[in-house]
């Protein structure tokens, strides 16, 4: 455990908190607590998260090895072929569902949205071009293998050539 104060003027403190576990021979950050932000295996060991609620021994689970977050189920499971970075899986319908609600005296829905770019970093702009799937969801089930299995899908596909605020389109 290792407590830093790295600023000590009056009135402008700031310091740090640093866990780390030894694994295997070396020692690997698992927390670090600094003046804007905390951080978890932030030297990026195989290391899983987990919180607990009341009925729910992984209310939220980090596998550190296969870069997914579940909510409830605790696992890295397959549908459609993807292990999804994140998972939401229970036994009954409260605990595999999820909800999005807002609440206004106006007009403004709850939104589910998709976006598409070429670009290959985060936060890129790159156009996209004609025959580009810019959403699908797909209807998986278990067929006693795996839920691999598409039983239907909504896509929804550039139909054009898009422009600034003209995105020419088609659903299937």
């Known amino acids: ?17 640093i866990l780390q576990v030894m694994k ?16 978890f295996n932030e030297d990026g060991a195989d290391r899983d998260f987990r919180v607990e609620s009341n009925n729910q021994g992984n209310m939220l689970f980090v596998d550190g090895g296969n870069d997914i977050v579940s909510i409830v189920g605790g696992g890295s499971h397959q549908v ?19 909800s999005i609600t ?25 156009i996209v071009q004609s025959g580009d799937d810019l959403g699908i969801i797909t209807f998986s089930g278990a067929d ?3 839920r691999d299995t598409n039983g239907a899908m909504i896509r929804v596909a550039v139909d054009g050539t898009p ?4 995105m020419p389109s088609r659903m299937m």
Request: glycine share 16%; charged share 15%; aromatic share 4%.
């Open 24 to 39: 295997a021979g070396s020692a690997d950050t698992t927390m670090h607590i600094k003046p804007s932000e905390i951080v």
């Open 102 to 126: 807002t609440n206004t005296a106006g007009s403004s829905p709850p939104y589910i949205q998709f976006g598409k770019s070429r670009g290959s970093s985060v936060g890129s702009n790159t």
């Open 80 to 98: 459609g072929g993807f292990a999804n970075a994140l998972q939401i899986e229970g036994t009954t319908g409260s605990t595999s569902s999820m």
């Open 144 to 146: 006693g293998t795996n």
């Open 163 to 166: 422009g600034e605020n003209d």
């Open 1 to 17: 455990v290792n407590v830093k104060a790295n600023d000590v003027s009056d009135g402008t403190e700031d310091g740090e908190y």
